[in-house]
T-cell receptor
Framework: DAGVTQSPTHLIKTRGQQVTLRCSPK?????VSWYQQALGQGPQFIFQ???????QRGNFPDRFSGHQFPNYSSELNVNALLLGDSALYLC????????????FGNGTRLTVT | AQSVTQPDIHITVSEGASLELRCNYS??????LFWYVQSPGQGLQLLLK??????LVQGIKGFEAEFKRSQSSFNLRKPSVHWSDAAEYFC????????????FGQGTELSVKP
């Protein structure tokens, strides 16, 4: 079955720009979580979407926002990009809001110059 | 504060040797514990998980982990390492009722010598 897919795989943006990353969950999953993984670090939780609403949020500024569509796919938007936003952005899906484990995609590598 | 500590940033073992990667956690409630592996340029693949019951859990690729509540540890082991095991390994903890919000350790990079 199809796993978690993310697009694009790589992206280069300039400071101050805005970016949108996309995620399709694993077949049968309805919950999407987003993580940021800086170089040499473990992933950090950004937020989770379930039933098209943001359900939980980590310690990230409002520049980070998201959306979930009726087909359960999701977008992560980052406004006013900073150099420090350069990271691997991972999408994870699960069945149900509280059900573990998470299944991760291969990520989108964002470079901000 | 909730946290996960992986004390070893980088470990090198010889192919065929045994492996143990350490993970300690600080968590207020009963934790759900995970080990994930990440190959270069890839996402995270689940190796194994502990929810409850038997404290020794078996995972994929011949890995196992042991939950020790008294030591707040969840160490990953493999009896014989293969060259293809070279990767980054992450320990994570999370509550069942906040499913998406895992807390990850910093990771341990494993190198395998021929």
């Amino acid at each position: 079955d199809a796993g978690v897919t993310q697009s694009p795989t790589h992206l280069i943006k300039t400071r101050g720009q805005q970016v949108t990353l996309r995620c399709s969950p694993k077949s049968g999953h309805d919950t999407v979580s987003w993580y940021q993984q800086a170089l040499g670090q473990g992933p950090q939780f950004i937020f989770q979407y379930y039933e098209e609403e943001e359900r939980q949020r980590g310690n990230f500024p409002d520049r980070f926002s998201g959306h979930q569509f009726p087909n359960y796919s999701s977008e992560l938007n980052v406004n006013a990009l900073l150099l420090g936003d350069s990271a691997l952005y991972l999408c994870a899906s699960s069945l149900g809001q509280g059900v573990l484990p998470l299944h991760f995609g291969n990520g989108t590598r964002l470079t901000v110059t | 504060a909730q946290s996960v500590t992986q004390p070893d940033i980088h470990i090198t073992v010889s192919e065929g040797a045994s492996l143990e990667l350490r993970c300690n956690y600080s968590y207020g409630a009963t934790p759900y514990l995970f080990w994930y592996v990440q190959s270069p340029g890839q996402g995270l693949q689940l190796l194994l998980k502990y929810f409850s019951g038997d404290t020794l859990v078996q995972g994929i690729k011949g890995f196992e982990a042991e939950f020790k509540r008294s030591q707040s540890s969840f160490n990953l082991r493999k009896p014989s390492v293969h060259w293809s095991d070279a990767a980054e390994y992450f320990c994570a903890v999370g509550p069942y009722n906040q499913g998406g919000k895992l807390i990850f350790g910093q990771g341990t990079e494993l190198s395998v010598k021929p």
